[in-house]
């Protein structure tokens, strides 16, 4: 019989900040590139379309011994049920046994990795004077991506949210969005000075925007190529599904394009819709993250550049957090074990 660590919210939410997963997820896109991380195709099912999805994202991390998976369920109208948007779990296995290790609630370490990678679009692609930060959804990811840009982003001292199908929500939610950006960054012991406020017009945010984080289950442009100044830096995040998109086609057409992976990103990300429609093709993507990290590949070229990064989400980042949680839960004794 063998015994599998479970470990809760609340054990990981002890263990894990966002500092961790910031240098993880960096890590773990130079890993992808170097090739001692592997991929494995991903599952997908809608339920309802734009309402309710589920997707199981899965690989093998050979540096830490794991191969694994996370599995994701994502319910829109939960919030009218005062249940959470997200569910997910991840499942850790040793890859010299099969041996299952870990089961760990994916909440916490989703919603921290996915900031992560957002941040790293702005710190590697941003111009270094940018200032002002837009985040163009107001959903449980909004703050992670904040908190993880404000830590990785030196340069930044405004945040504005915006809702673009429901412009009042992000004033509804602004103060509960600012007190968990403040928690979070508490937790990383990060001290900056920096205010968050909300907008009602998409248009004028993006106009007066230097970083733009997109992180909506929209499936349809949200922000147009017109309003989109020269130098705007953009972390596409919500677009990891099949029909989803957030941003003006035309403007991938005219921007500098990095992906965490080409083929999610041209299958499931923001690049889809601009290749079906041929405005771009896979070509015409600079490279992966990993690539522009490890400094193999040029980056932001001057400041009138227009850059996109297209973060569908990939399983590696999950594995990597997840086995760092799993290695500090076993030193310290946290979690539960049970026998299967």
């Known amino acids: 019989m063998s015994k599998i660590l479970v470990l809760s919210e609340s054990d990981i939410n002890s263990i894990l900040n966002m500092k961790m997963a910031i240098d993880a997820v960096e890590d773990v896109y130079i890993q992808k590139y170097n090739g001692s991380g592997v991929l494995f195709p991903m599952v997908f099912h809608e339920f309802e379309p734009g309402v309710a999805d589920m997707d199981i994202k899965s690989g093998h991390l050979g540096s830490s011994d794991v191969y694994g998976l996370k599995l994701v369920s994502w319910f829109l109208n939960n919030t009218d049920k005062n249940l959470p948007q997200i569910y997910g779990t991840t499942l850790l296995f040793d890859d010299k046994t099969g041996e299952p290790i870990a089961l760990l609630n994916a909440g916490g370490v989703t919603g921290m990795r996915t900031g992560a990678a957002g941040a790293i ?150 690049c889809e819709c601009a290749v079906k429609n041929n405005l771009i093709s896979k070509g015409d993507i600079a490279g992966e993250i990993g690539e522009l990290i490890s400094g193999d590949v040029l980056g932001r070229e001057n400041d009138d550049e227009i850059t996109v990064f297209d973060s569908t989400g990939i399983a590696l980042q999950d594995l990597l957090v997840s086995k760092m949680i799993y290695d500090a839960a076993v030193k310290v004794q946290i979690g539960t074990y049970v026998e299967l």
Request: charged residues 30%; aromatic residues 6%; negative net charge.
């Open 121 to 270: 679009g702005g710190k590697y692609l941003a111009r270094k004077d940018s200032k002002v930060l837009l985040v163009v959804g107001v959903g449980e990811q909004c703050p992670y991506q904040i908190a993880a840009s404000l830590i990785t982003i030196e340069s930044l001292e405004n945040v504005y949210i915006v809702n673009p199908n429901n412009p009042e929500k992000a004033e509804e939610r602004l103060e509960l969005i600012k007190d968990k950006v403040a928690e979070l960054l508490n937790c990383a012991n990060v001290k900056k000075d920096y205010s968050i406020d909300f907008s009602l017009d998409i248009e004028i945010a993006t106009k007066e925007s230097d970083i733009i984080i997109t992180v909506t289950p929209s499936q349809e442009l949200m922000i147009k190529d017109e309003w989109v100044k020269d130098g705007t830096q953009f972390s596409c995040v919500g677009a990891d599904m099949s029909g989803k998109q957030e941003i003006d086609e035309s403007i991938l057409k005219r921007a500098k394009i990095f992906v965490d992976d080409i083929q999610q990103s041209i299958s499931v990300g923001e």
